[in-house]
Each structure stands twice: as C-alpha cells, then as structure tokens.
C-alpha cells in the first residue's frame, strides 16, 4: 500500500509514534524515526521496522529547535533521497494547575508539541511542494478539543496543532497536498500508565476501555493514503469526545 514511499515520524521511538513507524512499515513505507532521548528504544524500533523489508533510520533532534530541525531534515533527505510522508507525533506533558503551573512548563510543552511541528512542516514543504504530493500528519489529543483540567499548557498546543494543521490545509492543498490531524483519548502509553481499571476516567469513554497504540497508528496509514481528504481532525477516542 505505502511500498517506495518515504515516511518521517517525529517522537517514533516508542508509544502511538513507534506504532505508527511500524505500520508504516508494514505497508511498505521506509521510516525515518526522529527520538529525543532514548537511543537504545530508537535502534530498536528501527530493527522491527526492517523485519518488514523496509529501511529504517534514527536520528536525535530537539524538534522545538528550528536549527536542528533543518538540519534533520536535510540528514534525513540525504538517506531516504526524498520524503512522501510526515508525521508530527513528538509530544511531552508537564501537568499542573494553572495557577501552580510554571512558566517554563508552560513553554516547554508549547515549543515542543506545537512549534515542533510547525518546525518539521517549515522544512519538509518544499519536498511536497516540488513534488506537488505529500501527506501530513500532526497527533493532537482530544485535549485540543475539549480541555482537560491540569492541562492548560498541553491542551492549548494540542488545539493549537488543530489550527495548524486547518490552515496548512488550506495553504498547501493546491498542489495536491493533504494535512490532517488525528486526536486520540486515552490510549496505552507511557503517558498514561497510571491509570488503572478502576480509574473515574474510563467511566467517561462510552466504550468503556482505553484504545491502543494501534488504533491510532491504523489511522494515520489510512490517512497516508487518502487523497480526498484533509484539513480535517478525526478523534480515536472510544466515544468519549462525542
């Protein structure tokens, strides 16, 4: 289905991001993972990703930091020769209270969920543009869409991401290129570990479970294929923003 395209995954070492490259490459994608930290979870889920006959690549980068993002991009174009597909996954939390909330939290999650994606839409543009195809991809949360107490930081890049990926839409859809966004709920990650069966949380999803990493990584391959769609925010989220 994706066999010869050329797929980036911002914050593809692990979780929804890992998910995605994995399936990505299982339609015949070769990947370009982009990590933050953890090295050793980066090469490994490259070592899964070339199980599927594709190549698979890692690199570091700070995605809030427009430099470096350039850079990456570049590195990455150098390897995969070109690139079909992005996806803007990268994303961190520092919860708190508004009014217990510190300034540095607040711009941290901004800079990284937000500016991030900006940054990597910035750089691969004018790939789709010469191309005159690409697919976008940006992971908001249904924070964006209905708020979340504790949140405010995290909530505002993810709507902010909505608005983003609306106007790129807008701007880049005569040259056949296609932005959407997906909002996920409660999904199995590290972000939500703590919750547990009996959680409060889980009476609010009308399917009574959190979904998982591969739910919303079927999507996104979905996305990457249609071509009649975008500027538009699909929520994988069991109901619970309906």
Do not use: W
């Not at 929804?16 to 980066?42: C, F, P, T, V």
């Not at 390897?79 to 919860?95: P, Q």
């Amino acid at each position: 289905m994706l066999r010869g395209k050329k797929a980036v995954i911002t914050g593809g070492s692990r979780g929804i991001g890992k998910a995605i490259a994995l399936k990505l490459a299982q339609n015949g994608a070769d990947i370009a993972i982009i990590y933050s930290g953890n090295e050793e979870k980066a090469l490994e889920t490259c070592a899964e990703a070339e199980s599927f006959g594709v190549k698979a690549y890692s690199f570091k980068c700070d995605v809030s930091d427009f430099t470096k993002t350039k850079q990456v991009v570049s590195e990455i174009i150098e390897k995969l020769e070109t690139i079909d597909i992005l996806v803007n996954n990268a994303g961190i939390t520092k919860d708190s209270l508004i009014l217990s909330m510190k300034e540095e939290s607040y711009d941290l999650v901004l800079d990284t969920n937000l500016k991030g994606a900006f940054n990597m839409i910035k750089h691969c543009s004018s790939v789709f543009l010469k191309k005159r195809s690409g697919k976008i991809i940006n992971i908001s949360s249904i924070s964006g869409i209905i708020g979340n107490a504790g949140q405010a930081n995290y909530s505002a890049s993810k709507a902010g991401l909505i608005g983003l990926t609306k106007s790129v839409a807008r701007e880049l859809s005569s040259r056949n290129i296609c932005c959407n966004a997906i909002a996920p709920g409660f999904i199995e990650t590290d972000m939500t570990q703590n919750i547990d069966d009996n959680n409060q949380l889980l009476s609010r999803i009308p399917l009574g479970v959190m979904g998982k990493p591969e739910d919303v990584a079927s999507l996104a391959a979905f996305l990457c294929t249609a071509d009649y769609i975008t500027g538009e925010v699909i929520r994988v989220d069991g109901g619970l923003a309906m």
